[in-house]
């Protein structure tokens, strides 16, 4: 009652696009009754959580923050959120998205933009009224980066205690950062993707939210595992994520990558990135600096496959299956060219096209095959520096910290959306788990995060790292 009453007081966060406060409540009592007659309790039994709505949720509206999906209500759960309900999990709501989860600001849904709890803390109002410049307070609210911006500002506000994001080129990790949360992208094939609506499906991956690693820890454990549902889950058994309380570092070799070392970085960045790897140093590990050469071509690769993908994708929603269908009834193919038009906002559009022209017959080999050439050739600038004996890298998440709205719609949205996620495109082009770990407040008093990115298929020992290092 608590977090949901919390929900209604920062309603102004636009974190929910629903919130399900009767499956919650019912939840909640059926828990109680279970703890009340001793009965075994599941691992998240009574602990209220969120879901990013671009997972499906039996008889729950799932939107995606889309036109096109409004008022669709899924038939069946997503395997991740079936596995959290199955462990007495309470769900207080779906969480607001860019749409299709195509952005890293939450700015671009249907439902408005997303607002970043730490834009009303205390110590940023402060430095802002110190700033005579400084915008109004109604105005100058920060972004809380995406796409799982709503999920993130959920947890931020303490309206729930661990939320499902989605990851395809930094969507968990990216809000984390901007709201000082653990934002952790499994390794693809460790966790079901059956349920999420598909961005890029050679990419996706369902991603946590939560204030510490270890609840992150705890999450995994219950998410992690084959799913006959989803083909691409890797059949191994599942290990135990429970991550231990002493970590030794001293034998670790940390990678610091020099090609992540840009202009853009921003120098507050730049100088707790360094002081984490002092800190490293110091413990006893051995920090190293190491070379990822093709990082340069994540970005334009990432746009080739990530469109391709949309194109083939999208052509679902087509007005007769899914939520949106208009009413002109001249011909089929107009009625599916003006429900398209209507349901997707022009990001989705515009990937669409570009998607499309990428796999025209007479472009798909210099295009489309190439950037899967590229993508094999930046995966294995991380094997090599594996192989090479280096455990986890230490990244940035992000260029900077959270910045204003105002200022974030001022240029062309897609063109920042593509360079804000230099940092962790690549790990999804590479299937590799990657965590971004809060580690200070800056000069303004907001979060920045670091990244690690451990070896395929090890994300419990990457989280050791990170529980370490919180
Ligand atoms: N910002 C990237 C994009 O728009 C990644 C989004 C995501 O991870 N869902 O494609």
Redesign the pocket.
């Known amino acids: 009652r608590k977090c949901l009453s919390l929900i209604q007081k920062t309603k102004f966060l636009n974190a929910y696009i629903t919130v399900s406060e009767e499956v919650a409540l019912k939840q909640a009592e059926e828990s109680e009754k279970r703890y009340k007659k001793g009965q075994s309790l599941g691992d998240l039994d009574g602990i209220p959580i969120a879901v990013k709505d671009n997972f499906s949720t039996s008889g729950i509206e799932t939107t995606c923050a889309s036109n096109m999906l409004k008022g669709y209500i899924p038939p069946y759960n997503a395997t991740v959120v079936q596995k959290l309900l199955d462990q007495g999990a309470l769900l207080m709501g779906k969480t607001n998205l ?1 749409e299709f ?4 600001g939450s700015t671009d849904g249907v439902f408005g933009p997303v607002k970043n709890p730490w834009s009303y803390s205390k110590q940023y109002r402060e430095k802002k009224q110190q700033n005579p410049h400084g915008e109004s307070e109604d105005s100058n609210w920060l972004i809380t980066g ?3 911006g709503g999920s993130a500002a959920a947890v931020s506000a303490f309206t729930c205690f661990a939320a499902l994001g ?7 990790r ?1 809000p984390a950062a901007h709201c000082g949360l653990v934002g952790f992208k499994p390794s693809y094939g460790l966790v079901s993707r059956h349920g999420l609506i598909p ?2 499906n050679s990419m ?1 991956v369902p991603g946590i939210l939560t204030r510490y690693v270890d609840d992150t820890a705890i999450v995994l454990g219950i998410l992690a595992g084959h799913d006959p549902k989803d083909s691409t889950t890797v059949q191994d058994p599942v290990k135990s994520f429970v991550l231990p309380n002493l970590i030794d570092v001293s034998k670790l070799c940390i990678g610091i990558p020099k090609e992540y070392l840009v202009p853009e970085l921003s120098s507050e960045v730049r100088s707790l990135w360094s002081k984490a790897a002092d800190l490293f140093e110091s413990e006893g590990a051995k920090v190293i600096e190491v070379s990822l050469p093709h990082t340069c071509y994540s970005i334009i690769c ?1 746009h080739i496959l ?1 469109t391709s993908e949309v194109a083939s994708n999208m052509a679902r929603f087509d007005g007769l299956e899914y939520g949106h269908r208009c009413d002109i009834n001249v011909s089929t193919e107009a009625m599916y060219a003006a429900t398209r038009r209507e349901g997707f906002n022009d990001v989705v559009r515009g990937r669409i096209l570009s998607g499309n022209f990428f796999l025209l017959k007479e472009n798909y080999e210099n295009y489309f095959i190439k950037a899967q050439k590229v993508r094999r050739l930046i995966a294995n600038d991380f094997v090599n520096v594996f192989n090479s004996g280096v455990d986890v890298l230490l990244t940035p998440t992000t260029l900077h910290e959270a910045v204003p709205y105002l200022e974030f719609i001022k240029e062309d949205n897609r063109t920042r ?2 360079q ?2 230099i940092f ?2 690549a790990v ?1 082009m590479a299937g590799l788990p990657a965590v971004n770990v809060p580690m200070a407040l800056s000069s303004q008093g907001l979060p920045i995060g670091l990244q690690f990115i451990g070896r395929a298929f090890c994300d419990q020992q990457l989280l050791s790292v990170a529980k370490w290092f919180e």
Do not use: E, I, R
Request: net charge negative.
């Open positions: 860019d989860a195509m952005g890293s995406g796409s799982s989605s990851d395809t080129g930094g969507s968990t990216n961005l890029v996706d990432y990530c959306s593509a804000d996620d962790t495109q999804n």
